[in-house]
């Protein structure tokens, strides 16, 4: 499905991450003129009747009243809350397309398949039907429409959903200004869509940082629970029935704290080096950044206003204040946080305290 794009001029990659320009790329993809190839995304689909109830009852959001045409965003997790699978679902009054990561879909249609019963629904790869391509705006593409709706999902993150919460402590959060979609294309459309102005994923993935816009394949580990990343905010309602995972979801955003935290790393340039996921973060002050590390960066990218900047996943208990550096090949990198996650995020019930049995009141 690349094809017509890895055929581009100065194509970098498959799905190409640049076209040559990097930054400018950034510039016409916030113009929302260009499009970009998600080669590397899957698709999964669920027919039948049940399919919205179904769906709704074994993941985070309350999915159950899409209408046609209508966008959601919604976790699978397992059973101690942690993160499987972000799902971005659109309807088309037939069909529930389930849109993930290329090497996601199989995982996530044999669980699907496990979780049928008696159900009416039925289930189905098309990951290799369609391409999927991205895009901030809506640009001139023919969507794909089976079922005569066309196949657009709008990403939630530009607001908080019905249902959620955000923990970011901000006047105006920066995704508000985030307007992402995924098309669906059919094979036959895709020389069209590869003459408009394109963009790589290199391009995409630095605008979705600054919108602190999370994502499973970069932001989330094993141990990863919705909290850390914010994404209470758009993939989870509060107060829905009960779905797998519900039960800590529930007590760490009533009593608790989640254990770690995203934040938005604000990186010195001077030794032009770009951090890389999975590279270690410690307090400025550390002696061994390795041995004291507090955290990791996830995702990074050098943004064609703010400079080079990335995301990282630290210890809830790091002080907000705290500068950071970041260990990169060798070489020390001085880095100031931007909070998303605070350290008091959760424990919105406000429940009093108890006094401990056998404690004199004073």
């Not at 017509?4 to 930054?23: C, D, K, T």
């Not at 590390?293 to 050098?302: D, E, N, Q, Y």
């Amino acid at each position: 499905m690349s094809d017509f794009f890895e055929a581009l001029p100065g194509a970098v990659g498959s799905p190409p991450q640049h076209y040559g320009n990097p930054l400018g790329e950034q510039k016409i993809l916030v113009d929302g003129s260009a499009v970009v190839d998600l080669g590397h995304r899957g698709i999964v689909t669920v027919s039948g009747s049940d399919r919205l109830t179904w769906l709704d009852s074994l993941t985070s959001q309350s999915i159950a009243g899409l209408q046609p045409g209508d966008s959601g965003e919604t976790l699978q997790l397992d059973i101690n809350g942690r993160l499987e699978y972000a799902i971005r679902v659109v309807d088309d009054g037939d069909t529930a397309w389930l849109l993930v990561d290329a090497d996601e879909a199989a995982g996530l249609l044999a669980w699907l398949s496990k979780m049928r019963f008696m159900l009416r629904v039925e289930l189905a790869d098309r990951s290799a039907d369609f391409a999927t391509i991205g895009s901030l705006g809506t640009p001139a593409i023919e969507a794909a429409a089976p079922n005569g709706v066309p196949l657009v999902w709008h990403d939630p993150w530009s607001s908080v959903v019905r249902g959620g919460h955000q923990y970011a402590q901000v006047a105006e959060h920066p995704g508000a200004e985030w307007s992402y979609s995924e098309t669906l294309v059919a094979p036959s459309a895709l020389a069209a869509a590869s003459a408009l102005p394109v963009a790589g994923t290199l391009a995409l993935d630095a605008l979705r940082i600054a919108a602190w816009r999370p994502r499973l394949a970069t932001e989330a580990d094993e141990k990863t629970i919705p909290h850390e990343l914010d994404w209470l905010r758009s993939a989870v309602h509060l107060t829905k029935g009960c779905y797998r995972g519900q039960e800590t979801v529930a007590k760490v955003h009533n009593l608790g704290h989640p254990p770690r935290r995203l934040v938005m790393l604000h990186i010195d340039g001077s030794d032009g080096v770009l951090p890389a996921p999975g590279d270690p973060v410690a307090v400025h002050d550390a002696s061994d950044i390795a041995d004291a590390a507090i955290g990791t960066v996830t995702s990074s990218a050098l943004h064609y206003e703010l400079g080079p900047i990335a995301l990282a996943v630290i210890k809830r208990g790091t002080e907000h204040d705290a500068e950071l550096a970041i260990l990169s090949d060798g070489i020390r990198i001085a880095a100031a946080q931007e909070v998303i996650v605070p350290r008091d995020a959760g424990a919105e019930a406000n429940v009093p305290r108890l006094p401990r049995l056998g404690a004199v009141r004073r």
